[in-house]
């Protein structure tokens, strides 16, 4: 027999209004608007584009008011809100090597074209608290710096001679990217579907993963060959017009990881590499990413698979935070007939175990009186 | 004419390219300036979806899936019967639909000179600013180095 138990109607919608007045706050407080958190709070604004695989900046800053600043649920609602649009197509490749170039480093060459060009970076800050940002004070403009225009290649690009460095990856002509938000994850995955759940992927998550490989778990000698943030154009092919109709432009990060690699029966001595490739400024995940992307690579490349990062279905079957909380998070959800059941399930293995443990002691008892 | 097609599409394709980049706001209000009628029928939308982001692995391998973005598009059709589309980022449908018909009178050779001088100039130009300030501001900030000779060997 099942018994449904209904309630708490009230109870549910009066908490739905309590957190909007929470959410809200002192109302002497002047409320949030949505383009002071696309402006100021840009990073987290890109956090959730990214792992909300959602490039529209004021969804995402909405997401995250409407979330009280709670970076997974603001995913959670970006997640939901995409399942509701139509899809008009799959853009051309972006040409990376085109960006119009807001940061771009190389750990490995110092002087490549174009340069080592900072951008706004946190690298180098002291990690102060600063007392007059929470005064409110004026910040200065941008300094400026007219010189020419300057090509900056994409550092594999300039690095493929010799051949020590491996191409980018190359799949079959005729293979189309697979796209997991139309079909479920199988294991083994081509390289390809990979790089789409990693690039939505929980940046603790790979961050934590890139971290062991470089602690010894998967070791794999990495560089930062290059990372560049800036933005790119998008272009679309669609059947009513003759050429691909350009939509605008989004910014992403790069990060080209370069490894060292002592070769194997599958592949020479070289340097082989990792991509990672994220909506906005985030070059901790773009680089988490690439570790993750080349620890990943190790049946390709004849490496022993020993550690999680090379784990193909553990990286990406935990990787997908809406997932993984929305699995969590149920568990504080009504079990109570679930609990019911197991509760008299374990009355009745203790009852039994008690039961042998007495008849045990009775029997203990008679051989020492024996 | 094949020459001629090719320069007639790069012109369609780059005054869309431009109207994706503005800012609405901005092209409502040369559009007022401007004096480029504004009727049209809507054919369709204008309406949201998604667009699915290519990149290709390494940078310029075979190409994988990002994530989405937000695109709007409208499809217009001018008294005169050209028919105009427009596509662009976000979720301005207000903007798509004059981007729309700015792609129908551009067709128009009535019209055309019209939407690239008030239109599409003006909007170049600003969106050209706005791209050399960043530039210069993100060039200013490339690293200049230089050897420290230490010692007197």
């Known amino acids: 027999m099942y018994v449904a138990v209904k309630g708490g109607e009230a109870a549910i919608a009066n908490a739905h209004r309590l957190l909007a007045d929470r959410r809200r706050g002192d109302r002497s407080v002047p409320a949030l608007r949505l383009d002071q958190i696309v402006e100021q709070l840009a990073l987290g604004v890109d956090r959730v584009m990214s792992e909300g695989s959602l490039y529209d900046r004021e969804l995402a800053a909405l997401a995250v008011v409407q979330a009280r600043g709670d970076m997974i649920e603001a995913i959670f609602l970006v997640r939901a809100y995409r399942t509701t649009l139509p899809r008009f197509g799959y853009t051309n490749p972006v040409d990376t090597g085109a960006m119009q170039v807001e940061r771009r480093v190389s750990a490995t060459y110092k002087d490549l074209p174009g340069g080592q060009v900072l951008g706004p970076t946190f690298d180098y800050t002291h990690r102060l608290l600063d007392p007059e940002l929470a005064a409110g004070a004026e910040v200065e403009t941008p300094a400026q710096r007219p010189v020419e225009p300057e090509a900056m290649p994409r550092v594999s690009a300039i690095l493929a001679h010799e051949g020590l460095i491996e191409a980018d990856g190359e799949m079959p002509l005729d293979h189309v990217p697979g796209d997991i938000t139309r079909e479920p994850l199988q294991f083994p995955m081509a390289r390809d579907i990979r790089l789409q759940a990693l690039s939505r992927g929980d940046e603790g998550f790979l961050l934590a993963l890139g971290y062991s490989t470089q602690r010894g778990y998967a070791r794999n000698h990495p560089f930062v060959g290059e990372i560049r943030i800036g933005e790119v154009e998008l272009e679309l092919d669609v059947p009513e017009l003759p050429f691909a109709v350009p939509l605008g432009s989004i910014r992403v990060t790069e990060c080209q990881m370069v490894n060292q690699f002592k070769g194997s029966a599958k592949a020479p001595p070289q340097f082989t590499r990792g991509y990672g490739l994220v909506f906005g400024q985030s070059e901790r995940k773009a680089m988490a990413m690439a570790l993750c992307d080349r620890a990943l690579r190790a049946s390709e490349l004849g490496e022993d698979v020993v550690a999680a990062a090379q784990d193909e279905e553990f990286v990406i079957s935990h990787s997908d935070n809406v997932q993984a909380t929305g699995f969590v998070e149920h568990l504080k959800l009504p079990h109570y007939v679930d609990f019911q059941a197991e509760l008299g399930l374990v009355r009745r293995m203790r009852a039994e175990y008690e039961a042998r443990e007495n008849e045990d002691k009775a029997e203990d008892k008679r051989e020492a009186a024996e | ?153």
């Open chain 2, 1 to 153: 004419m094949r020459g001629r097609e090719a320069r007639e599409q790069a012109g369609r394709k780059a005054l869309m390219a431009t109207l994706a980049h503005a800012e609405a706001d901005e092209i409502a209000r040369l559009w007022n300036e401007s004096g480029l009628p504004s009727e049209a029928e809507l054919l369709r939308g204008p309406e949201t979806g998604l667009v699915t982001v290519r990149g290709r692995i390494g940078g310029g391998g075979a190409p994988f899936n990002v994530g989405e973005a937000t695109v709007t598009r409208a499809t217009v059709r001018l008294p005169s019967g050209q028919v105009g589309h427009s596509y662009a980022l976000g979720r301005d449908k207000g903007k798509a639909r004059l981007a729309a018909i700015a792609d129908a009178l551009w067709q128009d050779p009535v019209h055309r000179e019209t939407v690239e001088t008030k239109l599409a100039a003006p909007l170049r130009a600003a969106l050209d600013a706005a791209r050399e300030t960043k530039r210069v501001e993100t060039a200013a900030t490339k690293v200049d180095f230089f050897t420290m000779v230490r010692g007197e060997d």
